[in-house]
């Protein structure tokens, strides 16, 4: 099984309000990620967790609040966000921190008005 | 430093006929290489991975890539296209000093014409 879920699914919200968005792999990998993607674009790396600790931040603006409660679990807290932050946003996991293979979710499309 | 480049935007084949995509790596150690597809609204999947061994991986649905040192290159091919192919796909490269850094692609569009 190499499922990586996300929820929601879709997700509009204003420039005032704050959300979160949420990530699960139950494959036992200890790394996860969140990628930002622009239609037509590659995933742009945001954060990466690596056991369960923060290891990479690529400057990511601070509306953006990463979160990694267990193992398994991975949310991204989103408040004061601009329009220009819609897009899909991409949860992917990995066994560890070597060559393995990153398995990505569905992502979670957000639109900000 | 790490990079991938997909020269072309968009890739037109025939259903039935032959198709490859290509990728070309700059790497300052050893390439550990992936192909990733992508449908549309949807996340990306695995397709292949070359990290060391024979230069010809085969991967899901068909697919298959070349690893070629010498023109630092890992074109994605698939003997006979289907309708169903039709998709944008990545090539990525992970960082040797960093692996948990992936560097993707621009991306091609694969339109595959019944």
């Known amino acids: 099984d190499t499922e990586v879920t996300q929820t929601p699914k879709h997700l509009v919200m204003g420039m005032t309000n704050k959300k979160s968005l949420k990530c699960e792999q139950h494959?036992?990998?200890?790394?996860m990620y969140w990628y930002k993607q622009k239609a037509k674009k590659p995933p742009e790396l945001m954060f990466v967790?690596?056991?369960?600790?923060?290891?990479i931040n690529e400057s990511v603006p601070s509306r953006f609040s990463p979160e990694c409660p267990n193992s398994s679990l991975l949310n991204l807290h989103l408040h004061a966000l601009q329009p220009e932050d819609s897009a899909l946003y991409l949860c992917?996991?990995?066994?560890?921190?070597?060559?393995?293979?990153?398995?990505f979710g569905p992502g979670t499309r957000l639109l900000v008005l | 430093a790490q990079s991938v480049a997909q020269p072309e935007d968009q890739v037109n084949v025939a259903e039935g006929n032959p198709l490859t995509v290509k990728c070309t790596y700059s790497v300052s150690g050893n390439p550990y290489l992936f192909w990733y597809v992508q449908y549309p609204n949807r996340g990306l999947q695995f397709l292949l991975k070359y990290i060391t061994g024979d230069n010809l991986v085969k991967g899901s649905y068909g697919f298959e890539a070349e690893f070629n040192k010498s023109q630092t290159s890992f074109h994605l091919k698939k003997p006979s296209a289907l309708v169903s192919d039709s998709a944008l796909y990545f090539c990525?490269?992970?960082?040797?000093?960093?692996?948990?850094?992936?560097?993707f692609g621009s991306g091609t569009k694969l339109n595959v014409k019944p």
């Open positions: 967790y690596s056991y369960e600790k923060l290891s």
């Open positions: 992917a996991s990995s066994q560890g921190t070597g060559v393995e293979t990153q398995y």
């Open positions: 990525a490269v992970r960082d040797g000093d960093n692996f948990n850094k992936f560097y």
């Open positions: 494959m036992g990998h200890r790394a």
